[in-house]
């Protein structure tokens, strides 16, 4: 495989993207910085096909990247190879509003077909290519020039290996059939509206026990007043209230401003400055969260009661059991608090829908049900369905 000089022009970058548009797939990774600035900063990308690769500085005087994103999001022709790509994604989309496709992530293809939770990049490549990755580089700070050689070589390497575990990781998916399953799941990592900064929706990722409508209000109204406070300096939001912070305040909000000096987590300043007097003109804004927005009685660590908690223990053994019988990673096939939510009652799951469904969905749903039960089998423990289920007797009605 060739391996280019490091790409600073814009007329390097668009030969390079005009030879990897005739390609079948195109391995992509990224080098960024976001520990001191709300949006992450573009600092390096890694790109390699079969034949070549190559990594583009994005930082470099004049360089326009547009060949690079037409080729990322606009070429549907060239498959995106990325792996726990997730933010590399975002990265593209801040920077065009659109996500790269088509799209293949191989950590997820991993836990089709294997039982690996979220396998890192390292012991991807050791498993597949039998390769130790030099992990030396990997925490340097990529926003600084000029860049080693080290460095550059280290990211390189993320695509180059990825390269040539793609192909083999792909042949083993059409053996085991479960091609359709990742097709359904990249569709869904490739979605734009994953990627939009809504700061209507933060309050959701803050934990905050109870379903008490003003305070999700308050802490719904101060998570967007947080989002909005950090894009304007970009800052991580956790630079201007930590969630435990936010969460408290949402719970237990000050009567008034000087009060903000005795928050845990704020600083004595904030009992006359200006952030501390937009915060207290959130909260009076605040208005109890509607019934159609508060979040499901078991989610956000709600109890399930002893009968629902042993149900749910219950459905993660057979969520064990399936995912070993099948060699497929157990958080691909249901997530935990799915599985609460399914013996709480619940019935509309990512579980109960689609590929889920024949695969695990419907054996869950038969267990809640009764018709399922639990049976050691030469010294493994298996499950089985029932064909009736025998109603316990009262005593006293033997008598």
């Known amino acids: 495989m060739k391996i280019h000089p ?5 007329d390097a970058l668009k030969a390079l993207c005009e030879r990897l548009a005739k390609a079948d797939f195109v391995c992509v990774d990224t080098e960024f910085m976001r520990e001191n600035t709300y949006w992450p900063e573009l600092c390096l990308v890694q790109v390699a096909d079969t034949e070549e690769a190559a990594a583009i500085d994005p930082l470099a005087p004049g360089i326009d990247l547009s060949p690079l994103l037409d080729l990322l999001v606009d070429n549907e022709d060239v498959l995106k190879v990325f792996h726990a790509g997730g933010q590399d994604v975002e990265i593209v989309y801040n920077l065009t509003g659109k996500t790269p496709h088509p799209i293949f992530d191989t950590q997820i293809a991993m836990m089709a077909v294997s039982q690996s939770e979220q396998i890192g990049y390292s012991n991807l490549v050791e498993s597949w290519l039998g390769i130790t990755v030099d992990k030396g ?8 020039r000029p860049l080693t050689e080290r460095q550059i070589d280290y990211a390189i390497g993320d695509v180059t290996h990825l390269a040539k575990i793609f192909p083999k990781l792909l042949n083993r998916l059409k053996k085991t059939g479960r091609g359709v399953w990742l097709d359904i799941e990249m569709e869904k990592l490739a979605d734009p509206a994953n990627y939009r900064n809504d700061p209507s929706v933060a309050w959701q990722r803050i934990k905050a026990a109870g379903r008490n409508p003003a305070m999700l209000g ?19 939001r956790g630079r201007i209230v930590r969630d435990e912070t936010l969460a408290d305040l949402a719970s237990h909000p000050p009567k008034t401003q000087a009060d903000l000096a005795k928050v845990r987590g704020l600083s004595s300043g904030w009992k006359d400055n200006e952030i501390g007097k937009r915060l207290m003109a959130t909260l009076a804004a605040a208005t109890p969260l509607p019934e159609s927005e508060l979040p499901l009685r078991t989610a956000r660590g709600a109890p399930l009661g002893k009968e629902g908690a042993l149900v749910a223990d219950l459905l993660k053994l057979l969520l064990k059991i399936r995912s070993r019988e099948i060699d497929v990673a157990a958080r691909l096939l249901a997530r935990s608090e799915d599985l609460e939510l399914l013996a709480a009652g619940v019935r509309e799951l990512p579980l109960l829908e689609g590929w889920r469904f ?4 419907k054996d869950a749903l038969d267990l809640v049900e009764g018709k399922m039960a639990f049976a ?3 010294g493994k423990l298996k499950m089985t369905h029932v064909d009736d289920v025998v109603e316990p007797v009262d005593p006293a009605e033997e008598e």
């Open 137 to 144: 580089a990997r925490f340097t700070d990529w926003s600084r």
């Open 376 to 378: 050691v089998v030469n």
């Open 6 to 10: 490091l790409i600073t022009t814009t």
């Open 218 to 236: 308050r802490l719904k109204a101060l998570a967007a007043w947080r989002e909005a406070e950090a894009q304007d300096k970009n800052i991580p």
């Open 358 to 361: 024949g695969q695990f969905g």
